[in-house]
């Protein structure tokens, strides 16, 4: 009786600590839709296209790629290519949370939508089913709203402005593009690729057109994977053998 009054108890604490963290994610990085909003607005769109873009589309670092890269000049099949292949690892979210979630046909599509790295994150940090749909549900809707809402906010405020590099909020994507990425650079290898993607664009933007260098420092991930993977063959063909029981005690066989 004890136990059942005790996970009781418990039930209720769990949801809000769920709430309380969804809440927290869903603030913290929907205030970063004011910084897109600036810089999309800095790259020549019109306010209703940058706001379609994140109600539509709603992948924060694909929406910074692709607006970045037409403020550099750049051609729109270009800018395109290069935020599908960062929006790509959405997919990948999207089968492993099919399994965790388990959501009604009908309300598959509707979630897809907000399938991406923070409602994926938190979702499966949850140790159960029903913790991980409140955790996708809450940090979903809390993001997209407020995403959406300072997309409007930053572009309806830079256009009144006028010209966003007098006062520097040009570089409010790029900043917030770097924040985005920071917290992920938790491994040698993903060093690796960030710092090969590095020299990989900065060494294309000046020989290729706009929007051609996002997709040439894709190229850093297979290859620094590759250079791992020979690394760790290498390693593993090199290590010594731990010695036979045999060959330690010889005497035994006697």
């Known amino acids: 009786m004890s136990g059942r009054r005790a996970d009781e108890e418990e039930g209720p ?11 927290g994610v869903g603030v913290a990085v929907g205030l970063s839709g004011f910084a897109f909003g600036v810089t999309s607005a800095g790259a020549g769109l019109s306010l209703w296209q940058s706001c379609a873009l994140s109600l539509l589309v709603f992948t924060g670092a694909s929406q910074f790629a692709l607006v970045s890269a037409l403020g550099a000049g750049g051609g729109p099949l270009a800018a395109a290519a290069g935020a599908l292949f960062l929006g790509t690892r959405n997919a ?7 399994r965790l979630l388990e959501l009604p046909r ?17 979702a499966l940090a949850q140790p159960d089913r029903a913790g991980a749909r409140l955790g ?28 966003p590099s007098r006062w520097g909020l040009d570089a409010a994507g790029p900043a917030v593009f770097l924040a985005l990425i920071a917290p ?31 997709l040439v420092a894709a ?10 993977g020979r690394r760790t063959a290498t390693r593993r063909t090199t290590a010594p053998h731990a010695p036979s029981r045999t060959q330690e005690n010889p005497e035994d066989d006697a």
């Open 92 to 98: 990948f979210y999207g089968l492993r949370l099919s």
């Open 136 to 163: 996708f549900t809450v940090t979903g809707a809390s993001l997209y709203a407020l995403w959406n809402l300072t997309t409007l906010c930053g572009a309806a405020g830079a256009a009144a402005l006028g010209d």
């Open 13 to 23: 604490d769990r949801r809000r600590a769920v709430v309380r963290d969804a809440l």
């Open 106 to 122: 009908a309300l598959r599509p509707l979630a897809a939508q907000w399938v991406i790295d923070e409602t994926s994150a938190v």
């Open 219 to 228: 190229l850093a991930a297979p290859a620094a994977l590759a250079a791992t």
């Open 184 to 214: 992920r650079l938790t491994g040698p290898t993903e060093r690796a690729v960030a710092a090969l993607a590095v020299v990989l664009a900065l060494t294309a933007v000046p020989l290729l057109p706009a929007g051609v260098p996002v």
